[in-house]
T-cell receptor, first 112, second 116 residues
Framework: TQLLEQSPQFLSIQEGENLTVYCNSS?????LQWYRQEPGEGPVLLVT?????EVKKLKRLTFQFGDARKDSSLHITAAQPGDTGLYLC????????????FGTGTRLKVLA | DTGVSQDPRHKITKRGQNVTFRCDPI?????LYWYRQTLGQGPEFLTY????????KSRLLSDRFSAERPKGSFSTLEIQRTEQGDSAMYLC??????????????FGPGTRLTVT
């Protein structure tokens, strides 16, 4: 059973559009990470958020950790074909643990 | 350093055979993780090591699975008596001991196992 549910599962948009991907759980996480994975490769870490309500920006990507540390969102502004990939959230449930639970993933395709 | 490497990249085996995968982490990374990823899903945690010590093991890991990191550097994951349900991508990741409560994991390209 996955503790982290992501939505949507699939998203196909035109270049230049904005989008938001959600990562939700009924459990509290001490930290949450977002990764992007391309076919045939391992996930690549994008960001880590640790404080409830925290917002981090990475160029056109904005990440938010929910106040209760149970959910997170990833917003992409003006999507580009290079943003295409599988976006994964991963949470650590207890501070100090190094075991991460990954979400179900959101597969994004940006069309030129 | 070229990052985390895994060998082989692909493995096709017949049901009932044993297979072993190798992971070489980024040098001086103390923690090493193994995950399994099936098509359309996120990675599932299998186990992790701090140096040579195996600190946590998932209940998903049946008795047919064993992982070692004998000298605290490379690691091996062995699956005995493979079953078709073992077909998946096996990912390895490593992270440095930063003194922080949060790890930054660097993933290898994975080993894709197909059991026929």
């Amino acid at each position: 059973t996955q503790l982290l549910e992501q939505s949507p599962q699939f998203l196909s948009i035109q270049e230049g559009e904005n989008l938001t991907v959600y990562c939700n759980s009924s459990s509290v996480f001490s930290s949450l990470q977002w990764y992007r994975q391309e076919p045939g490769e391992g996930p690549v870490l994008l960001v880590t958020v640790v404080t409830g309500g925290e917002v981090k920006k990475l160029k056109r990507l904005t990440f938010q950790f929910g106040d209760a540390r149970k959910d997170s969102s990833l917003h992409i502004t003006a999507a580009q074909p290079g943003d295409t990939g599988l976006y994964l959230c991963a949470g650590a449930q207890t501070s100090g643990t190094y075991k991460y639970i990954f979400g179900t993933g959101t597969r994004l395709k940006v069309l030129a | 350093d070229t990052g985390v490497s895994q060998d082989p990249r692909h493995k096709i085996t017949k049901r009932g055979q044993n297979v072993t995968f190798r992971c070489d982490p980024i040098s001086e990374h103390n923690r090493l993780y193994w995950y399994r990823q099936t098509l359309g899903q996120g990675p599932e945690f299998l186990t992790y090591f701090q140096n040579e010590a195996q600190l946590e093991k998932s209940r998903l890991l049946s008795d047919r699975f064993s992982a070692e990191r004998p000298k605290g550097s490379f690691s091996t994951l062995e699956i005995q008596r493979t079953e078709q349900g073992d077909s998946a991508m096996y990912l390895c990741a490593s992270s440095p001991t930063s003194g922080r409560a949060v790890d930054e994991q660097y993933f290898g390209p994975g080993t894709r196992l197909t059991v026929t």
